[in-house]
């Protein structure tokens, strides 16, 4: 069983910046892979960007290449998401969840490949 707490969301205007962070608990981290996922209001949980155990790789969704990147501290039991040049239409609630996967250097882009979920973090972006 993993837990994971995410942190970090809030109100920021267009073209502002947030880091989100999700802090994991109760089973090596370093054995997940590691996604953020976002759910606006009325619409499905969207891919947002993923990593590898190892970090060796990363994901993202076309929508937010280039302006978010995801990373992660092992030690730390601790996976970010840094968002940039943020638009109203990133406006959701932010989750990430955990993939108890073997292999140390693949990501997972669907929702159902994740054993694991936070509860949410909201990010709210104002025009």
């Known amino acids: 069983q993993v837990q994971l707490v995410e942190s970090g969301g809030g109100l920021v205007q267009a073209g502002g910046s947030l880091r989100l962070s999700c802090a994991a608990s109760g089973r090596p981290f370093s054995n997940y892979a590691m996604g953020w996922f976002r759910q606006a209001p009325g619409k499905e949980r969207d891919f947002v960007a993923a990593?590898?155990?190892?970090?060796?790789?990363?994901n993202y969704a076309d929508s937010v290449k280039g302006r978010f990147t995801i990373s992660r501290d092992n030690a730390k039991n601790t996976v970010y998401l840094q968002m940039s040049s943020l638009k109203p239409e990133d406006t959701a609630v932010y989750y990430c969840?955990?993939?108890?996967?073997?292999?140390?250097?693949?990501?997972?882009?669907?929702?159902?490949?994740?054993?694991?979920w936070g509860q949410g973090t909201q990010v709210t972006v104002s025009s």
């Open positions: 990593i590898a155990r190892s970090g060796s790789s990363t």
């Open positions: 969840a955990a993939d108890r996967t073997l292999f140390s250097g693949t990501t997972a882009m669907r929702h159902s490949e994740y054993d694991y």
